[in-house]
T-cell receptor
Framework: SAVISQKPSRDICQRGTSLTIQCQVD?????MFWYRQQPGQSLTLIAT?????????ESGFVIDKFPISRPNLTFSTLTVSNMSPEDSSIYLC????????????FGPGTRLTVT | DAKTTQPPSMDCAEGRAANLPCNHS???????VYWYRQIHSQGPQYIIH???NNETNEMASLIITEDRKSSTLILPHATLRDTAVYYC????????????FGKGTMLLVSP
């Protein structure tokens, strides 16, 4: 299994500002994923981050709003830019790991509130 | 990826078996059935996955019908800590295909 930590665990931010969320994994992984979970909703994939290449964004998510960095095989950041109250969500990172890389492990999430 | 259908909620008495159904009638031959759960205020947790044979691990058993159009996750002796949202996901194991989460089933285990 993989152990994933995220910073910060929660934050309250003012609209118009940006927040960078960090994701650290205790082992080297090829793929990292960023999800958003809006209040009372299921998880929605934002983007897939592969080390050494540009992140691949899902429909409805753009790089200008959610820039992602993947500088090495154990770390990634997601920035939520020019925030509005609609960005209030839990943001989770995950990795493919396990014996055959078929299992996906999730971090504890970052709870973001935008006022 | 194929879509899945799950009941929105289920109840189970502590110590009894919890049987969570999932329909995935459009599943393709190379797609696996995955189960995850999300306990309140935590990230999702992998439970089990299978292709066509029944699978069992320390957490649960997965029963997949012969036509693969539906499956059942079984928690043999549910505890209060099993209260969570359970997600049934169909995913191809080719390359690094992503997980598409539906609404899941909210399982409430009561004393």
């Amino acid at each position: 299994s993989a152990v994933i930590s995220q910073k910060p665990s929660r934050d309250i931010c003012q609209r118009g500002t940006s927040l960078t969320i960090q994701c650290q994994v205790d082992s080297q992984v090829t793929m990292m994923f960023w999800y958003r979970q809006q209040p009372g909703q299921s998880l929605t994939l934002i983007a897939t981050a592969n080390q050494g290449s540009e992140a691949t964004y899902e429909s409805g998510f753009v790089i200008d709003k959610f820039p992602i960095s993947r500088p090495n095989l154990t770390f990634s950041t997601l920035t939520v830019s020019n925030m509005s109250p609609e960005d209030s969500s839990i943001y989770l990172c995950s990795v493919d790991a396990g014996q055959f890389a078929y299992e996906q492990y999730f971090g504890p999430g970052t709870r973001l509130t935008v006022t | 990826d194929a879509k899945t259908t799950q009941p929105p909620s289920m109840d189970c008495a502590e110590g009894r078996a919890a049987n969570l159904p999932c329909n995935h009638s459009t599943i393709s031959g190379n797609e696996y059935v995955y189960w995850y759960r999300q306990i309140h205020s935590q990230g999702p947790q992998y439970i089990i996955h299978g292709l066509k044979n029944n699978e069992t691990n320390e957490m649960a058993s997965l029963i997949i019908t012969e036509d693969r159009k539906s499956s059942t996750l079984i928690l043999p002796h549910a505890t209060l800590r099993d209260t969570a949202v359970y997600y049934c996901i169909v995913r191809a194991n080719s390359g690094y295909s992503t997980l598409t989460f539906g609404k899941g089933t909210m399982l409430l285990v009561s004393p």
